[in-house]
């Protein structure tokens, strides 16, 4: 077999080798192995990309001086590169997250749900809920996603909200000191409603504690704008479903707060403003920006007196021994054990406060750490 090229109106040959056979096969052979493939055709000339699912919406077909032969898709055709063959457009497959669709599959994320459609996504946006987070030594993950840390020790506005037509509501919670290194945790959760009805209730760790604390006179049969409340697993749970409203707590270390989009930028308070800009979630109580935490935290006190926190008690560095049996503990949230919880954990940022978490814990209260993790889980699992 020869190799030869065009060369000044002359052909220049010489013997292929193994390479020039690999680039440049006879014609023939590519003819064959083009009609072996479903929808595709040889062509002397290939175009500099070929027309495939993710170009053909806006495909412009361009040539080299020096084209080579190949196999291309007919007409009505292009190629599916994930499938590597040549499909109907409307059959082409989508990608997301590394992943290969086929023509009419979907996926959900977050609010957003997507169905692959001829190689493309079409998505819809619904309205959805959005929670809050206090857990362990006082982290905080606003509505808006927007991660910080405050130990304050006081009770503070948590969130607070109003409604066109005057009706709200507020969350407070009572910050005190546990263990014995200076951080700080939740003992109690205060729920009041305003409006069209007036109510309140206290959720404590105390559970001797827990109640009404201004019973309206219809909150008995007040409706989905009254309370309901019970208990699911380690959790307590206060639901307004008027408001779209909804309050977990564990009576110890974790609280969660549930809106509907109705309260898009009618909130404030710790949980910031849910206006899905995580930018501008530390406004204080005058509406203004603050920069850190410790002041963004103490902003939103009910009392005066209360004292604003030196800095942020790093339990780590205090005591680095519980340093290692900290992340040995812990660590079991990136084991295999919980491979399957990795959509509904964070395991990148939690499983970093974890181990600060257990660190104070480990002293006097480190059965606690034990009881929450075996609690874990059995939730989990």
């Known amino acids: 077999m020869f190799f030869s090229t065009c060369s000044a109106g002359l052909w220049d040959c010489e013997v292929a080798n193994h390479r020039d056979r690999e680039l440049y096969p006879p014609a023939s052979e590519m003819k064959e192995k083009c009609a072996e493939k479903e929808f595709a055709e040889f062509t002397k000339c290939l175009p500099v990309e070929l027309k495939t699912c993710k170009n053909m919406?806006?495909?412009?077909?361009?040539?080299?001086?020096?084209c080579n032969p190949g196999c291309v898709c007919m007409d009505g055709y292009v190629l599916d590169v994930s499938a590597h063959k040549c499909v109907s457009p409307e059959n082409c497959s989508?990608?997301?997250?590394?992943?290969?669709?086929?023509?009419?599959?979907?996926?959900?994320?977050?609010?957003?749900?997507?169905?692959?459609?001829?190689?493309?996504?079409?998505?819809?946006?619904?309205?959805?809920?959005?929670?809050?987070?206090?857990?362990?030594?006082s982290h905080f993950t606003t509505f808006d996603k927007m991660d910080f840390d405050f130990q304050g020790v006081c009770d503070y506005v948590l969130?607070?909200?109003t409604l066109s037509g005057g009706d709200g509501f507020s969350v407070t919670i009572q910050n005190v000191l546990c263990g014995t290194m200076g951080v700080t945790c939740s003992k109690s959760a205060k729920i009041s409603l305003f409006g069209q009805l007036t109510d309140s209730i206290l959720l404590s760790s105390d559970s001797s504690k827990s109640k009404h604390l201004e019973n309206s006179k219809n909150s008995r049969n007040s409706g989905p704008n009254g309370f309901a409340i019970y208990k699911s697993g380690i959790m307590t749970t206060v639901e307004v479903t008027g408001l779209g409203l909804q309050i977990k707590w564990d009576h110890g270390t974790r609280l969660y707060v549930k809106l509907s989009d109705q309260w898009k930028g009618r909130t404030s308070g710790l949980c910031g403003n849910y206006n899905n800009d995580a930018q501008d979630d530390m406004i204080n109580p005058s509406q203004g920006q603050e920069t850190?935490?410790?002041?963004?935290?103490?902003?939103?006190?009910?009392?005066?007196?209360?004292?604003l926190p030196s800095k942020q008690i790093a339990a780590c560095s205090e005591h680095p021994e519980r340093k290692l049996w900290a992340h040995k503990k812990c660590g079991i949230l990136k084991s295999k054990l919980f491979q399957g919880v990795?959509?509904?954990l964070n395991v990148s940022t939690e499983s970093n406060l974890v181990p600060f978490d257990a660190d104070f814990f480990l002293g006097n209260r480190s059965h606690t750490v034990q009881n929450r993790t075996n609690k874990m889980n059995g939730l989990t699992l």
């Open 57 to 66: 919406h806006a495909y412009n077909e361009k040539f080299d001086e020096d």
């Open 94 to 137: 989508c990608h997301h997250g590394g992943k290969s669709y086929n023509d009419g599959d979907s996926f959900k994320e977050d609010c957003t749900t997507c169905k692959c459609k001829s190689g493309k996504w079409d998505c819809i946006s619904e309205n959805c809920a959005a929670t809050c987070s206090v857990w362990g030594d």
């Open 159 to 161: 969130s607070k909200g």
């Open 292 to 307: 850190s935490s410790l002041l963004f935290g103490h902003s939103w006190r009910l009392q005066e007196f209360c004292s």
């Open 342 to 344: 990795t959509i509904i």
